[in-house]
């Protein structure tokens, strides 16, 4: 079924290059993968922290996804408005939308827009490279951050803002970030919950970090966990030992060793629990926030289930930065593509999009901006193999032959609009990691798609002198030829 | 699913070049994070080595010979075998596509686990009280035999439940 398959060699592209489109791309056979920046990988390249470079090692299986001829990267394509959905349509049998979430939940609430007042999309994109962000030279000149949500975002904001910059000079974080931070007065980081310890969003990862991150130490509130013993042995076990961790650290007395360490700890976090935001309180001439008033609720119901209500009490809580973290979210690309706003994400059955063959979502467009990346890899296996059924029954046409990239390019180059392809951005690669090498650091990020364009136009012969062997290039041309034989005998 | 299979291994086999070639590209190489994934270990004897027996998702055996020291990541990885998204991370203990599910009697036999285990498993589909990740267990001599089951992704549950998402 596969040979027939691959002769009429159906033409699918996969719109955004982050875990979802690679993972997606990972089980297709032919696939073209269009990305806006001229860089790949998402959010793990501007989303994951960069003290996680762990969670990043996916990136090698993506990079050998995109180095095999079957598979097609056009970097710097602004799907939507340099080429749109239809006429990606048009050139190809299915396309699958994998752009992520790149909106954030806003709080509605007065002086949202304060300076002093970021959301966490923002603050993580600006420490993590994002060109879009890099404007945003947040003020950290102030003793009390409040970040608003409680789920793994705001912990790695909590994290960034508290760690030790002798760390954080090790990671791939930009050189201003890591510059603003070595300056950065931010002594406490109060992270903000509606709810209560038990319907936290964060992961026992996350929160184990914070507690073992040097030269911080916690300052939990006792009271917030009163009955919390009692509802713990009836929970599962990833909310059970999360729940058990948090009490550990508000309730027990620690060793003695780690008394000195929290008493020599020039830097304190603590969680917040069931109060929401109110209003973003300014300074006299309101040129920036000074704090924020928080309603005071309590929790009706019980477990993930439970609702937050204000029980009519506030509370004022000065601080001079203000980090919301209470969600991305998934924007529409085209009127033609069908949206659900409340939920923000492209409404679809296993990926397929309701009411329009041929067209499929994977990633955070399709589930929502929640989950590890795990979870993203298994709905995106499911999305591809939707396309692969899809493909075999017929529901999706192939028997017309499409012209796949071949058109897009026509358009595109008739746009003006060059795409960046994959070994393109291997060259970005092997300059960032040069000047990151320099610093002691993994990788230093190019800030500006400007910068990242430009690089390409002369970097290629100074690099092929830099590597200086030849044969290198030549050796990896022969074992790619002789590894596709390979694989063609064992279909 | 025979391209799949054949593209998986693909990049398996490509993986393995790679890291070998890491050593003599000093400068420029792709590679970001130190390979945890070990490339060759014909010099010991072959009765030195342990056997395990997979269960994969369609509920097929098969049975792999590895050597003592290795991870069962390794080995998976070694044996090029096609478990999909199996080890993401890399054995770095930074996601839990390596859970694996043992017997009870087995499970008792692979040692403590750390807190940093149980916080990924606690990310994983279909955990188990005997669950563990493949990267975090080394194969001795006093595994030989054991049987390792690799779960079914939640999807998969899903989609034979309601075929729905």
Redesign the interface.
């Known amino acids: 079924r596969?040979t027939t398959f691959?002769i009429c060699s159906p033409k699918v592209c996969i719109v955004g290059s982050g875990p979802a489109g690679f993972?997606t791309a990972?089980?297709l056979?032919k696939v073209d993968i269009y990305e806006r920046l001229p860089v790949p990988f998402g959010l793990v390249r501007f989303g994951v922290a960069p003290d996680?470079?762990?969670?990043?090692?996916?990136?090698?299986?993506f990079?050998?996804?995109a180095?095999?001829s079957?598979c097609s990267f056009y970097g710097n394509v602004n799907v939507g408005k340099d080429v749109s959905i239809e006429e990606l349509q048009q050139a190809y049998h299915a396309v699958v939308l994998s752009y992520g979430a790149e909106g954030n939940r806003r709080m509605g609430v007065p002086g949202e827009d304060l300076a002093g007042v970021y959301s966490a999309k923002d603050f993580v994109g600006w420490y993590n490279g994002l060109p879009s962000c890099q404007e945003l030279s947040p003020d950290l000149n102030c003793e009390t951050a409040v970040i608003l949500g409680q789920g793994n975002v705001a912990l790695d904001v909590a994290r960034i803002l508290l760690a030790p910059t002798d760390i954080l000079k090790k990671t791939d974080i930009t050189q201003p970030a890591l510059e603003a931070l070595v300056q950065s007065q931010v002594r406490r980081v109060l992270i903000v919950g509606r709810r209560g310890p038990m319907q936290v969003a964060c992961?026992?990862?996350e929160f184990?970090e914070m507690v073992n991150l040097p030269d911080t130490r916690p300052e939990m509130m006792a009271d917030d966990f009163e009955g919390v013993k009692e509802a713990l042995k009836d929970l599962p076990?990833?909310r059970k030992?999360?729940t058990e961790l948090m009490m550990k650290t508000a309730l027990e007395i620690p060793s003695e060793k780690e008394q000195e360490r929290q008493s020599k700890a020039s830097r304190v976090w603590a969680f917040r629990f069931l109060r929401s935001p109110i209003e973003i309180l300014a300074n006299p001439d309101n040129s920036r926030t000074v704090g924020i008033r928080l309603a005071v609720n309590r929790l009706e119901g019980s477990g993930d289930g439970a609702r937050a209500v204000p029980t009519g009490e506030v509370e004022d809580v000065t601080c001079g930065l203000l980090i919301s973290s209470i969600g991305y979210k998934s924007l529409p690309i085209d009127p033609s593509v069908p949206f659900d706003s409340h939920k923000a994400i492209v409404p679809?059955?296993?990926?397929r999009v309701q009411h329009t063959a041929g067209l499929y979502c994977s990633g955070w467009l399709?589930?929502g901006p929640t989950g590890?990346?795990?979870t993203t890899?298994?709905?995106s296996?499911?999305t591809a193999r939707s396309v692969v059924e899809d493909m075999e029954s017929g529901t999706v046409d192939v028997s017309a032959a499409r012209p796949g990239s071949q058109s897009i390019s026509g358009l595109l180059e008739e746009r003006g609009v060059k795409p960046v392809t994959f070994s393109n951005w291997?060259k970005i690669?092997?300059l960032e990691?040069?000047r990151g090498?320099a610093s002691g650091k993994?990788?230093e990020k190019l800030l500006t798609v400007e910068e990242m364009l430009q690089h390409l136009t002369w970097t290629e012969l100074i690099?092929y002198t830099?590597?200086g062997n030849p044969m290198?290039f030549i050796m990896d041309a022969i074992?790619n030829k002789l590894?596709?034989c390979?694989?063609?005998q064992?279909? | 699913?025979?391209?799949?299979?054949?593209?998986?291994?693909?990049?398996l086999?490509?993986?393995r070049?790679?890291s070998r070639r890491t050593a003599a590209?000093t400068?420029?190489a792709?590679?970001?994070?130190q390979?945890s994934f070990t490339t060759g270990t014909q010099s010991l004897r072959s009765d030195n080595k342990v056997t395990v027996n997979f269960i994969n998702r369609d509920g097929e055996k098969i049975t792999v010979k590895g050597s003592p020291g290795d991870s069962l990541l390794d080995l998976v990885i070694n044996e090029d075998l096609d478990f999909?998204?199996f080890g993401?991370?890399?054995g770095?203990?930074?996601?839990?596509?390596c859970h694996l599910i043992f017997d009870e009697d087995v499970y008792k036999s692979l040692g403590r686990v750390t807190?940093?285990e149980?916080?990924?498993l606690?990310?994983?589909?279909g955990?188990t009280d005997t669950s563990r990740l493949g990267c975090q267990i080394c194969l001795t001599k006093s595994l030989d035999g054991i049987v390792a089951r690799v779960p079914e992704?939640?999807?998969d549950i899903r989609?034979s439940k309601d075929?729905?998402?």
């Not at chain 1, 996680?52 to 299986?61: A, F, L, M, S, W």
Request: charged residues 25%; glycine residues 4%; contains cysteine.
């Open positions: 596969w691959s993972y990972q089980h056979i996680h470079p762990e969670v990043k090692n996916v990136i090698n299986t990079t050998l996804t180095r095999n079957r992961t026992i990862k184990r076990r990833p030992r999360l679809n059955n296993m990926g399709k589930t590890v990346i795990a890899m298994n709905n296996f499911d291997e690669d092997s990691m040069s090498e993994p990788r690099l830099l590597k290198f074992i590894l596709q390979k694989s063609i064992m279909v | 699913m025979a391209l799949v299979t054949a593209l998986r291994r693909l990049a086999v490509r993986l070049e790679c590209v400068s420029g792709w590679l970001t994070g390979r999909d998204g993401a991370c890399e770095t203990l930074a996601c839990s596509t807190d940093e149980m916080d990924m606690d990310l994983a589909y955990l992704s939640v999807a989609q075929g729905s998402s």
